[in-house]
């Protein structure tokens, strides 16, 4: 019985020590994780590179503030930092504002440095092989057909005539109605709306009736949106997790499938149709959108006609990266736009006067207020204006980060390092924010920054990247400021834009810079020029 009890005695004393040792290991791995951290804190630059969990964690603690916590960072680091996601995650490299070093990445050695497979994995089961997503002679083939097809008459012409229309036809009216019945408007689903049936005619020809007037809620429009949002949010999630909930087709992945399943089966079918059309007829003398003419495209030299030139999943991606871009960098930034000025009414007051100035040019009588449409030729002379928006999207890009692939080690003109598939994400929205670039008064609005001898001018593309820069510049800049000065005078000539008080205006985080609760406004007529 005695050796029973000491047997028990000892086993006891056996699992204490192993408990003992157990707690003492744990111990000695979170003093170690402590340690490790808070050396990374002083040794290196930027946000914390947490032990097995890299910058995860401080993105999630900052994610409501997340593009000002980076802009934030990057002053603080000098204008670059290091970044790593988990252990379990490929997702490292470079974060910069440095000017030198991003001409360098977008121009200089431009070859080195793609969109990258983490950006083609994270957006490419939407964007599949557009021009928004692909790299390489299939991005140089998709560029030149856009260009060849934006770059002429008849695009500048229709373009201006597509846009006058639904400003005067629609966005105009669905203002006044909501003045009628003192109703509060959210600007920024309106605008949005606008620049959506905008951008969709101008490219397929036809309008998802957006701006019709119950303002519809649109199953495409809803996808696309919802599809955008959710890869985004790919970024800010460990890749084998985000992957893991693709494979067993659960969570956001799930809802990621279905949206992007209703978006590829709009646009499939309204190519299928096209085709069938342009077949029976054989010549888009009576369509002047985009996709009927890659459709129907005819090679410069031997005039003969290249309708097999590209494929219909290669017209539905080139044509779904083509609205991404053309609806979201003029609706968002036209939010911005209007807030800021609500902001800075004296800003306000010179861009009126400027258009006073304009309209008194006209040879004709100058007509009531509702009857004034602005020419090309008219919104071109608009300098103050155009200085406006481009200050706007100085500091809110609508597209506020950019992220490219290293294909080779490299060294930056600073110094930096950098090693073959590291990732280099160039934040357009720090930049903005960058005394180094912009000077002291760089967070202020300002567009006085943006005027020399009374015309506007532009800066280098690598300090004011919202369109992008190098071989990549956007393609439908001009047409981006011509959108954007049509619809912000039009208005502003009517109507005093009035933002509700009491409201959160902050960035949503996204691809794009939406503001997260959209912009309550009232609009009050202004009854003469």
Request: aromatic share 10%.
């Amino acid at each position: 019985m005695k050796n029973k009890e000491l047997i028990c005695v000892t086993e006891y004393w056996s699992l204490i020590e192993t408990k003992i040792r157990l707690s003492h290991f744990v111990l000695a791995l979170v003093a170690l994780f402590i340690v490790r951290a808070f050396t990374r804190r002083l040794t290196s630059k930027g946000p914390m590179i947490w032990p097995l969990l890299g910058i995860i964690p401080s993105v999630l603690l900052n994610i409501n503030d997340v593009f000002n916590y980076f802009a934030d960072s990057l002053n603080q680091s000098g204008g670059t930092f290091i970044i790593r996601a988990t252990c379990m995650d490929r997702f490292c490299g470079i974060m910069t504002v440095d000017t030198s070093s991003i001409e360098y990445v977008l121009k200089t050695n431009f070859l080195n440095y793609d969109k990258g497979e983490a950006f083609i994995d994270i957006f490419s089961d939407v964007f599949r092989n557009g021009i928004f997503v692909a790299d390489g002679e299939t991005w140089k083939e998709q560029r030149v057909a856009l260009t060849s097809v934006m770059h002429t008459s008849w695009f500048v012409e229709s373009s201006h005539s597509v846009i006058q229309d639904l400003v005067h036809q629609k966005l105009l009216k669905l203002i006044n109605k909501s003045v009628k019945s003192d109703k509060i408007t959210d600007l920024q689903d309106l605008l949005l709306r606008f620049t959506f049936d905008n951008i969709c005619i101008t490219t397929f020809g036809i309008s998802p009736g957006c701006l019709s007037i119950e303002l519809p809620d649109v199953p495409f429009v809803a996808a696309f949106e919802k599809a955008a949002e959710l890869s985004y949010y790919r970024i800010f999630t460990p890749t084998f997790i985000w992957k893991a909930l693709r494979f067993f087709s659960v969570g956001p992945e799930k809802k990621l499938k279905e949206v992007t399943r209703i978006v590829h089966k709009f646009v499939g079918e309204i190519i299928t149709n096209r085709r069938i059309e342009l077949c029976k007829s054989g010549h888009v003398n009576d369509r002047s959108d985009i996709l009927s003419k890659l459709i129907i495209k005819k090679d410069p030299d031997t005039k003969q006609q290249m309708d097999d030139k590209f494929s219909d999943d290669m017209l539905r991606d080139l044509c779904l990266s083509f609205i991404l871009a053309g609806r979201d960098t003029t609706s968002v930034a036209l939010v911005w736009f209007f807030w800021l000025i609500h902001e800075h009414p004296h800003v306000e007051n010179l861009i009126l006067d400027e258009i006073k100035v304009i309209i008194s040019q006209r040879k004709s009588d100058i007509e009531k207020i509702n009857e004034v449409v602005f020419t090309a030729d008219e919104l071109k002379k608009m300098a103050y204006l155009e200085a406006a928006l481009s200050e706007t999207l100085r500091l809110y890009p609508s597209v506020p980060h950019d992220i490219k692939e290293a294909r080779e080690d490299d060294v930056f003109p600073n110094g930096t390092a950098v090693k073959k598939k590291d990732l280099i994400i160039y934040s357009m929205y720090g930049i903005g924010r960058t005394e180094a670039i912009w000077g002291k008064d760089c967070k202020e609005f300002k567009p006085e920054r943006w005027i020399k001898n009374g015309k506007a001018v532009a800066e280098s593309q690598f300090k004011f990247l919202a369109f992008n820069g190098g071989p990549r510049l956007c393609v439908g800049k001009q047409f981006a400021y011509i959108q954007m000065k049509m619809v912000a005078a039009s208005i502003l000539l009517r109507y005093s834009v009035k933002v509700v008080g009491g409201q959160t205006v902050v960035p949503k985080v996204t691809t794009t810079l939406y503001m997260k609760n959209g912009l309550s406004v009232n609009f009050k007529p202004r009854l003469k020029l």
